[in-house]
Structures are given as C-alpha cells and as structure tokens.
C-alpha cells in the first residue's frame, strides 16, 4: 500500500503566502508523477501544478507566475508555494502521484486533501 499525506493548508488573508507538503510512503518502486489538484465549492477538481520525474513542471494558467511546485525526492515529498492567494484560490487541495509499486504496476493514489481559504 501506498500513503499519500498532506499537510500545510489553512486560512490566509489575500496576497498571502502558503505551502502546501505531500509525503508519499509505503510500497514504493519509483515516482512518475506527482502534483496537486484542487477543487471548489461546485466545481470539478481541476490540476493545480505537476512535476513529473524528470523535473518537468506544469501549472494551470490560474496560478503562474504565483504558485511553484517543488520536491525533496529522498523523502518522497513534493511542495506547492503559494504566493499572492487571491479569493479563487480557495478550495480543497489533493495531492496526487501515479507510483510504480515493486509489483511493476503503476497506480494512481490521492490523498485525504487539505483545505486552502483566502478570506479578509
């Protein structure tokens, strides 16, 4: 089994800062990708940032130049930093990773999310 734990949302004024951490754990053969998604009140969960294994990154256009996504690969851990949050931002965070186990298959896993509000 794979675990996915998130951790660092919470309530923030406009224009500030937040990161977010994901910890990936369990039976773990390698990392494809890893990255974030959110979903608001109402809508469907859309991707936030992606970094596949490589390094290669991509982010949804809502939150270039704002959000960055980064990792720790020893501790199976990716980040998302987020600057000058705005009111849209708000939503439920989910980390997701697609994980090759040592049964050669890959597996697509989410986590419990985290809540992100941006509220004066």
């Known amino acids: 089994q794979v675990q996915l734990v998130e951790s660092g949302g919470g309530l923030v004024q406009p224009g500030g800062s937040l990161r977010l951490s994901c910890a990936a754990s369990?039976?773990?053969?390698?990392?494809?990708?890893m990255g974030w998604y959110r979903q608001a009140p109402g809508k469907q969960r859309e991707l936030v940032a992606v970094?596949?294994?490589?390094?290669?990154?991509n982010y949804a256009d809502s939150v270039k130049g704002r959000f960055t996504i980064s990792r720790a690969i020893a501790k199976n851990t990716i980040y998302l930093h987020m600057n000058s949050l705005k009111p849209e931002d708000t939503a439920v965070y989910y980390c997701?990773?697609?994980?090759?186990?040592?049964?050669?298959?890959?597996?697509?896993?989410w986590g419990q999310g985290t809540q992100v509000t941006v509220s004066s």
């Open positions: 997701n990773a697609d994980i090759t186990t040592p049964d050669r298959y890959e597996y697509d896993y």
């Open positions: 369990g039976s773990i053969l390698g990392i494809n990708t």
């Open positions: 970094m596949t294994s490589g390094g290669s990154t």
